[in-house]
């Protein structure tokens, strides 16, 4: 089983960038979820896939998965793409539709 370091992204909901500074240490699911017959949930036998660990750096979560023996992989984070935005585009003759109220 091998477990995956990497910097979460943002959500949906989230215009800050809180809690994407840290690393994440998650171990990847060893087998299949199941669905449990009597209730219909989904279930494991897998109790790794549900640890969490975060770390203040990338070099704090390899020396933990190499002290402790893990394989893991490492996900570094894609950059941001710089948004340039200018409130006159709003009103610029070649807008691809009519800025209207």
């Known amino acids: 089983m091998t ?3 990497y910097k979460p992204a943002r959500t949906a909901m989230q215009s800050g960038v809180g809690k994407t ?20 949930w989904t279930s494991s036998g897998d109790t790794r896939a549900q640890v969490k660990l975060w770390f203040d750096t990338k070099e704090e ?11 893991f992989r ?6 941001a793409a710089p ?3 200018s ?5 610029r003759a070649g ?3 009519p800025w209207t109220h």
């Open 3 to 5: 477990a995956r370091i």
């Open 21 to 40: 500074k840290r690393w994440l240490l998650e171990h990847e699911a060893a087998e299949a979820r199941r669905i449990e017959p009597l209730m219909g």
């Open 61 to 71: 979560a390899i020396a933990y998965a190499e002290r402790e023996g893990l394989a």
């Open 74 to 79: 490492v996900q570094e984070p894609k950059p």
């Open 83 to 85: 948004r340039t935005f």
């Open 87 to 91: 409130y006159s585009d709003n009103f």
């Open 95 to 97: 807008r691809p539709e």
